[in-house]
């Protein structure tokens, strides 16, 4: 028995594919901004570069920055049949960088005082996946 089998009937988790070549750019550099300008539909990157701009205190890159991953991310779960709602697994590392760029879009938000914004992406980021609202902090 599949212990994620949804017994309601819902929609199936949803498994981003997984680009090795824009995975194994990220780990090797000192600078996310070659790998999104390299791989620009590559969320991960985009959500480094969010992550780097929301620790140093500017909100408005990190926001930009969030805000392009996230987009990338929802192009690549529709083409993945993902119809708007449903689960995206934290425990598959592809949808990792859709789900960061989800949770920095909030608290970027929340810095620049875009409290509407701020509280659905914290919604978002529970309903897609509960680990990673966890594993996040949000």
């Not at 990220?26 to 539909?41: I, M, N, Q, T």
């Not at 909100?59 to 993945?80: E, F, K, N, P």
């Not at 949808?95 to 409290?115: D, P």
């Not at 914004?117 to 966890?134: I, Y």
């Amino acid at each position: 028995m599949d212990l994620r089998q949804n017994l309601l009937g819902g929609p199936p988790p949803t498994e981003l594919p997984d680009h090795p070549a824009a995975r194994e750019a990220l780990a090797a550099a000192a600078d996310p901004s070659e790998v999104a300008a390299r791989f620009p539909g590559y969320s991960a990157a985009w959500a480094a570069l969010a992550e780097r701009a929301y620790e140093a205190g500017q909100d408005v890159a990190a926001y930009a920055y969030a805000r392009t991953g996230y987009h990338r991310g929802l192009d690549q779960l529709r083409r993945s049949g993902w119809k708007g709602h449903g689960p995206v697994p934290w425990e598959h590392e592809p949808n990792r960088g859709f789900l960061r760029s989800l949770y920095y879009l909030g608290k970027a938000a929340e810095s620049i005082e875009e409290t509407e914004e701020a509280q659905r992406c914290a919604a978002f980021l529970r309903d897609s996946s509960e680990e990673a609202a966890r594993a996040l902090g949000g």
